[in-house]
Structures are given as structure tokens and as C-alpha cells.
């Protein structure tokens, strides 16, 4: 499970989804699946989760990972960029950012 703290030392993605609600449950099944598939094995793969909208026009992406160059290197893969070509399609846009524990809260 995900553990947010400062005292962390893994990288942490956030990556935000914007689509319409006709297609919020394909690009669900369509992550889910990359997630069960092919992400979480890869080298520094901690953990992540995925959050819809109530509104299904935007999913967010929480993701950690040991090093940057891990998920760096994820992307990188043949596979990852198939898988992004399908979900690019699937929303309005998408955008990851790396992003490190500023602060936490129990």
C-alpha cells in the first residue's frame, strides 16, 4: 500500500485524466489492466492507486516508485508505449508529474 511520508525516499507520480463519462470506464479498464498486466512488475514498482470523479470526467493516477529512473524506464518500454497510444485515445489528455513528500498528515 501506498505510504505517504517525508520520510520516504521513492518517487511519487500523480497523473491526472481528463475524458468524457461515456469513456471513464473503458480508460478504467484499460489502466486497471496495464496495472494488473505489465506495471506493477516492473523493477521499482512499489504501489498505486487509482481515483475516479464523481462526475467520470477525470481519473487521478497515485503511484510510487523507488527511483525515478524506474519509472522513467517503464515508459520506455515497448509495451508502455503501446498501452499509451490506447489510453491517449481513450481521454482529452493526460499528464504525469513527479512529485516528492513536501509534507504529511496522520
Same mark, same amino acid.
Given at each position: #500500500?501506498?505510504?505517504? =511520508?517525508? &520520510?520516504?525516499?521513492? +518517487? %511519487?507520480?500523480?497523473?491526472?485524466?481528463? $475524458? %468524457?463519462?461515456? %469513456?471513464? +470506464?473503458? !480508460? #478504467?479498464?484499460? !489502466? %486497471?489492466?496495464?496495472?494488473?498486466q505489465f506495471i506493477s512488475k516492473q523493477p521499482g514498482f512499489i504501489a498505486a492507486g487509482l481515483h475516479v470523479n464523481d462526475a467520470q470526467t477525470r481519473i487521478?493516477?497515485? =503511484? +510510487?516508485?523507488k527511483r525515478r529512473e524506474d519509472f522513467q &524506464? $517503464?515508459?520506455?518500454?515497448?509495451?508502455m508505449r503501446q498501452r499509451n497510444r490506447v489510453i491517449a485515445g481513450l481521454c482529452t489528455r493526460f499528464e504525469p508529474v513527479m512529485y516528492e513528500v513536501a509534507a504529511a498528515f496522520d
Open positions: #500500500m501506498p505510504n505517504i =511520508s517525508t &520520510a520516504n525516499e521513492c +518517487q %511519487t507520480v500523480i497523473t491526472t485524466f481528463e $475524458m %468524457t463519462p461515456g %469513456t471513464c +470506464q473503458d !480508460l #478504467m479498464d484499460a !489502466l %486497471t489492466e496495464a496495472y494488473e487521478a493516477n497515485y =503511484s +510510487q516508485w &524506464a $517503464m515508459l520506455r518500454t515497448e509495451e
